[in-house]
């Protein structure tokens, strides 16, 4: 491992909602009779999910299997299959799958594929999607260009629910984005088990969701034996009615239509919370989109209407803070700095919104659940911020984190971490410890009291060829109310730590946010939580390749190769508008932040059944396809499977048919 390396996952300390009484559902009416773990903006309350010692210890090796699996799901008989479920089958749209009957270079396939230019079309032209209120799903179009093609667009219609009436706006609710390629030559795939070639990862928007700017996305053109593809998100908002609704996909060159394609999406009478119940901290340079777009820091004034760079920092750090929030992550560096005094006036002004749940997100309420404190060393320091993060209702999120793998020597030791751990709760005794280090370290260390988050690495959790050592950390949670458990994936995860190009070997088989790593290795890592009973995840930097030369390049766009890995340090891209088009620069996702949301999503799912008293349910589904920390199936028709049946339960426990 290196130094700075940051990554790790947590349950919810959020107030949870009780399962609804049953309801005929149908109607708008029913939106505040869902089970879910969601809560309220101005709901004091606090819930902590209490961390379970699991982590499965059978099985070797690891599945093999597709980058994705391009196949329609959905249907099946969620509630009790009467009248009064709006999910009955009775109710449910016809959707045409025979193949014969559509255009056959135009096909659809679900977020967990990631297909390539010179890839063979696929034999799915419908989109089948489930979905929770207050959730964002996703599938994908790709369009193959027998010969040049010019003028290629993608629009969806808007989405109906025919029984009971209700729409969800294609204009405010769904954004369709095309798909950028990175070049990964064999000789710089992560691992052995990285896919080189043009993979897909950035998402350049049609229309931005921040600014509302049309992009370039479209019209794009697609050369001759070429495939072009697009991501299609669907935000499915609070309040709307549990149904089926329908809609189409359109895609046309040139303006004539080549093909019309179904989309069937199933509400669930479930509401996930804003604010994400698996806390986060990832990292966040603190002048990376201004390098970006500027050029340096000095530049940077000429984001915001004063003309004053450190405005425009922090208007950056708001901008990506937010972007995080929508994909349910916290930026743990979402501070440019703090007061120079006890007057926290400007300081409130720019981030209380970001930890009130005020700012201008799209998911209404999102309050981070970690932050990290960047105030310095001394005593007095450290208690002016404890003071008023607790006089505000914010301590809870606050982490000291400045000792960074103590093990490796580089930036610290064990000493260095005592002494300085010490000293912050002498000065602040509520004030949250973060360090990353594994419980022997921390035993051996004399560190047990010290250190309130623990954050090991993923395979120091269960390495390979061993049981998982969860059950370890329990005694240390045990020791007080402060205690917390994170873990984190690293340059481990892909085996190979040096600038030097070598990819690492077959057997890294762990989780992984590399873009040449397959969507299971990208999406699996927060149903890993629910398996161990991790309560956060903490992730190094988001952006390393803003601020530095990846692979030879400074655009992350061109690339983002760092310590071996295609994506390590960065998980999404900058949105400059010399290039994509627009006045403003945004934040452009990825595919595989957008898996990461996804599988924030799904941890909320497992979340509500452990909630509702069915954890023994949502844990039978979660290993159905996760055997090992290093160990679980490639195949993401067994992760759609469980997640089908987890929204399917919820979904009858709203009914009342539990």
């Known amino acids: 491992m290196r130094t700075l390396l940051r990554s790790a996952i947590l349950l919810s300390s959020l107030p949870l909602v009780a ?14 009779s869902g089970v879910g773990s969601g809560w309220t903006a101005d709901d004091g309350g606090s819930q902590e999910a209490g961390p379970r010692s699991g982590g499965s210890s ?19 008989d969620a509630g009790d299959g009467g009248p009064s479920d709006p ?78 009436g209700g729409t969800i706006s294609a204009q405010a609710n769904v954004t369709v984005s095309r798909e950028l390629y990175l070049s990964i030559p064999s000789s710089q795939v992560s691992d052995a088990n990285g896919r080189a070639g043009k993979v897909p990862d950035a998402l350049v928007p049609a229309v931005d969701p921040y600014f509302h700017e049309t992009r370039n996305a479209f019209p794009t053109d697609v050369a001759a034996g070429a495939n072009t593809s697009a991501w299609v998100d669907v935000f499915v908002p609070p309040g709307t009615a549990s149904g089926w609704y329908a809609g189409t996909v359109t895609v046309a060159a040139g303006g004539k239509t080549l093909s019309t394609m179904p989309i069937r999406l199933k509400v669930w009478k479930v509401d996930l919370p804003s604010t994400a119940s698996l806390r986060s901290n990832f990292g966040l340079s603190w002048d990376g989109a201004c390098v970006q777009e500027y050029g340096g820091y000095s530049g940077c004034g000429a984001a915001v209407p004063s003309g004053n760079a450190d405005d425009g920092v922090e208007y950056f750090h708001v901008l990506y803070t937010s972007f995080a929030l929508d994909h349910r992550v916290s930026l ?19 981030y209380a919104p970001l930890l009130n749940g005020t700012a201008k997100t799209r998911l209404a309420g999102a309050k981070l659940t970690t932050l990290d404190y960047v105030g310095g060393t001394g005593s007095t320091t450290v208690s002016n911020w404890a003071t008023h993060f607790q006089t505000q209702g914010w301590l809870d999120a606050l982490v000291y984190y400045h000792c960074d793998e103590p093990a490796s020597g580089n930036s610290c030791t064990f000493a260095d971490a005592l002494s300085e751990e010490d000293s912050v709760h002498s000065a602040a005794a509520d004030l949250r410890t973060l360090l990353t280090a594994n419980i022997s370290d921390i035993t051996n260390n004399g560190l047990l009291d010290a250190v309130d988050v623990l954050t090991p690495v993923v395979d120091q959790m269960q390495p390979h060829g061993q049981a998982s050592q969860r059950p370890q950390y329990d005694s240390f949670l045990q020791r007080s109310s402060l205690k917390r458990l994170y873990w984190y994936q690293s340059c481990d995860e892909h085996e190979s730590c040096d600038q030097g190009g070598t990819p690492g070997p077959a057997t890294a088989t762990w989780p992984s946010y590399m873009a040449d790593a397959s969507p299971m290795r990208n999406r699996v890592f927060q149903w890993m939580a629910y398996v161990f009973g991790t309560q956060g995840e903490l992730y190094y930097a988001t952006d390393l390749c803003f601020t530095q030369s990846c692979g030879g390049s400074t655009d992350p766009l061109q690339s983002i190769y760092a310590f071996s890995g295609n994506g390590d340090g960065t998980l999404y891209y900058p949105g400059r508008p010399s290039v994509i088009g627009g006045q403003h620069h945004v934040p452009l996702s990825s595919i595989r932040f957008e898996l990461i949301r996804e599988g924030m999503e799904d941890y909320e799912l497992l979340h509500a059944l452990d909630a509702a008293g069915q954890g023994a349910f949502a844990m039978t589904q979660a290993t159905s396809f996760i055997q090992r920390a290093d160990t679980f199936s490639d195949d993401p028709t067994t992760l759609y499977a469980a997640r089908e049946a987890l929204g399917d339960k919820l979904h009858a426990i709203a009914l009342g048919h539990p």
Request: charged letters at 15%.
């Open 19 to 32: 399962v609804g009484a049953a309801c005929s559902g149908g109607s708008a009416s029913d939106s505040n």
């Open 58 to 76: 059978g099985g070797t090796g690891s599945s093999s299997g597709s980058s994705g699996d391009g196949a329609a799901r959905g249907g099946g």
């Open 87 to 164: 999910l009955s089958p009775v109710y449910e749209p016809p959707v045409d799958t025979n193949s014969a009957d559509y255009d056959a270079n135009e096909w659809i396939t679900t977020a967990m594929a990631k297909v390539q230019p010179s890839d063979p079309a696929g034999s799915v032209h419908w989109a089948l999607v489930s979905s929770a209120r207050n959730e964002f799903e996703s599938f994908q179009v790709h369009v193959h260009a027998p010969s040049a093609l010019s003028g290629v667009t993608v629009t969806v219609s808007d989405l109906h629910d025919a029984r009971g």
């Open 332 to 350: 743990g560096g979402a501070v440019y700095a703090g007061p120079s005094s006890t007057d926290w006036t400007h300081f409130d002004s720019v």
